[in-house]
């Protein structure tokens, strides 16, 4: 039971354009919302979030929108960079339940060309 | 720049043997998680502990699959008897969840069961 999907297992992109990753959740109940990177050999890191209260979270060139009714959030890369290319993980988790589960998607790997 | 640290790196052994895998989570940080990243699962959430406790191993297959946090400083993740089908990268990641808060991953065992 997937609780938190990324359909898109990769995208390609121009150097400059906007990347959008999408992520969808099923779990009515999450309130925070975390998107990671990846390189390869390398672990996760950290990258924006965002709690339920809000909407949109903008750091720089990314920018993470959620859509409470839709269970859906993106995040976009806006002008997309080659360093950019990497694996992109969104997570959930429900900061109310009195657990502490960070729960996952499958991953998107972007390649920015050149 | 505190890091979470894993060892070995990376892991070859034969079906049967034990495997050992160790993290140092970052100093303060009172909440540790095992993750395996899987293509078909993403980043699966094994078990993770609370101020030592184990507090969720359901994403483990008991029969061989064994966590542990001897102290504040080392988590460790046993497999016994280890199969191919365990092959793998491990993630450990440490964080402070009370809240909105990232977690920190470390850069992973990749483990090689042949």
């Known amino acids: 039971d997937q609780q938190v999907k990324q359909n898109s297992p990769s995208l390609s992109v121009q150097e400059g354009r906007i990347s959008i990753l999408n992520c969808d959740y099923t779990?009515?109940?999450?309130?925070?919302f975390l998107w990671y990177k990846k390189y390869p050999a390398e672990g996760p890191t950290f990258l924006i979030s965002?709690?339920?209260?809000?909407d949109k979270n903008e750091d720089g060139r990314f920018t993470v929108f959620l859509n409470k009714s839709a269970k859906h959030l993106s995040l976009h890369i806006v002008p997309s960079q080659p360093g950019d290319s990497a694996v992109y993980f969104c997570a959930a988790r429900r900061t109310t339940s009195g657990t502490y589960k960070y729960i996952f998607g499958t991953g998107t790997r972007l390649k920015v060309l050149a | 720049d505190a890091r979470v640290t894993q060892t070995p790196r990376h892991k070859v052994t034969e079906m049967g043997q034990e495997v050992t895998m160790r993290c140092q989570p970052i100093?303060?940080?009172?909440?540790v998680f095992w993750y395996r990243q899987t293509m078909m699962q993403g980043l699966e959430l094994l078990a993770y502990?609370?101020?030592?406790?184990?507090?969720?191993d359901s994403g483990m297959p008991k029969d061989r699959f064994s966590a542990e946090m001897p102290d504040a400083t080392l988590a460790t993740l046993k497999i016994q008897p280890s199969e191919p089908r365990d092959s793998a990268v491990y993630f450990c990641?440490?964080?402070?969840?009370?809240?909105?808060?990232?977690?920190?991953f470390g850069n992973g065992t990749r483990l090689t069961v042949t």
């Open positions: 965002i709690s339920s209260i809000k």
């Open positions: 502990f609370r101020n030592r406790a184990p507090l969720d």
């Open positions: 779990n009515s109940m999450f309130d925070y």
């Open positions: 990641a440490s964080g402070i969840p009370d809240g909105y808060s990232p977690l920190h």
């Open positions: 100093l303060g940080h009172n909440t």
